[in-house]
């Protein structure tokens, strides 16, 4: 890899810093929301649960249909 950022310009070198920068960031603010809202993110999830089966449920239907 260090020889990929060898033949980049300055500037793609700058920008792929940036990005991994950026990304490292939004990963460290999710887990942190994660375990801040913890009780509603269950809560969440189990609000969808039954939304997911339904939706399964029509899928296979229309699956099993052709």
């Known amino acids: 890899m260090t ?6 310009g300055l ?12 990304g490292l960031f939004f990963l460290i ?9 913890w009780d509603s993110l269950l809560m969440v999830v189990k609000g969808c649960v039954g939304l997911f089966l339904i939706l399964s449920g029509i899928i296979t239907l229309a699956i099993a249909k052709e």
């Open 11 to 22: 500037k793609a070198n700058l920008g792929i810093l940036l990005k991994v920068i950026l």
């Open 29 to 37: 603010l999710g887990a942190i929301a994660i375990l801040k809202w």
């Open 3 to 8: 020889g990929q950022l060898r033949n980049l």
